[in-house]
């Protein structure tokens, strides 16, 4: 034997996530549109709370982040016995595919669903099935088409990210009834705050009906900690306890439990963050699709704009960056002609629209 130590066969067929840029070389002031953060920054008591922690840093944080636990049970109404906080829900995404997913088994997702359920699934060893969509939304008839006796995961980000699209209450519970019970359906709700519609429910009536549903929710999005990485599980008892088995014992660190917990606290931060949101994804929608492109219907913090053609939709980002503006280049979700930009503030809302009308009335549109 020869060589160099080899890892599992399936852990080079990953392709690293590629996250959204935030450096143009050479450009002074960046406006970042690429990854879906708030547009707010970070709650004003989180970083109070952030700064007070340094002096305790040599303690170790609660294992078990019961305080947070229990910011997060009274703030949504949920049992804080029922909460799994990880570093980040991409923790959590992770532990559910390699507990529940591995060698021999399969896990599906919609098309253009988050990649990270592709990153994690495959990791795990199982066989991720990416199943098509109708109008880049999630179809509950060809996912459930795509159940075999392998299937252990079903994954559905409702909102979902790149796309946008939302799939109603009664089609989500159609899913659950649909699948065997012995399938766990993951329910991301990263952008649930978003959502403007009445009737939404993020997952919390179906983890409740049964045992066999996940809702997963983020503080990096309308909650502005995207950098401290903390993220958390709604989750039946069995599942809770396989992962508290599996999960980093100290996963959330001291800095950011004590700063979500403040960042629950901020008073009015959900309320503003939401009614920005809904008037600038439409303000932005409009003058999107007045420069001439067609916009995705979005339920998040975050437009879905097509530019007809990967070269066109390249050619405009590129535009973007000469301007100092970062958006999302969609090739890594074989959406290539289209871009994703998240909802800044007005100024950047208004800044991105100016710049992408010149382009589209410009002659490198045409191409
Ligand atoms: C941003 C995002 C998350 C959040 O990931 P974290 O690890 O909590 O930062 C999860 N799911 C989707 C669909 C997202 O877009």
Known sequence: MTGAPRPRPEVLRI?????????????????KLSSNEGAFGVPPGAAAAYARVAADLHRYPDGGSLGLRRA??????????????????????QHLCHAYGGPGTEIIMSMHGFTMYQVAGT????????????????????????????TRLVFLANPNNPTGTLLAPAEVARLRRGLPPEVLLVLDAAYAEYVGRPEYDPGVALVDAGDNTVMLRTFSKVFGLAGLR?????????????????RGVFNINLAAQEAAVAALAEP?????SRAHNTEWRARLAAALTDAGLKVWGSEG??????????????AADAALRQSGIIVRSMVPYDLGHCLRITIGTAEECTLVAERIAAFMAGPRADG
């Open 268 to 272: 009015g931060w959900v309320e503003r």
């Open 230 to 246: 903390v993220g958390w599980a709604y989750a039946p008892p069995g599942v809770v306890d396989v992962l508290n088995r599996v």
């Open 72 to 93: 997060i049970g009274a703030r949504f109404g949920l049992d804080p016995a029922r909460i799994v906080c990880g570093t980040g829900s991409d923790e959590l995404i």
């Open 15 to 31: 392709d690293a996530y590629v996250g959204g840029e935030s450096k143009l070389p050479g450009v002074n002031r960046i406006i």
């Open 123 to 150: 990791y795990a060893g199982s066989r991720v099935l990416k199943v098509p969509e109708r109008a880049l939304t999630a179809d509950v008839d060809l996912l459930l088409g795509a159940v075999s006796a392998a």
């Open 301 to 314: 913090n975050f437009l879905l704009a097509d530019f007809g053609t990967v070269a066109r939709a390249a």
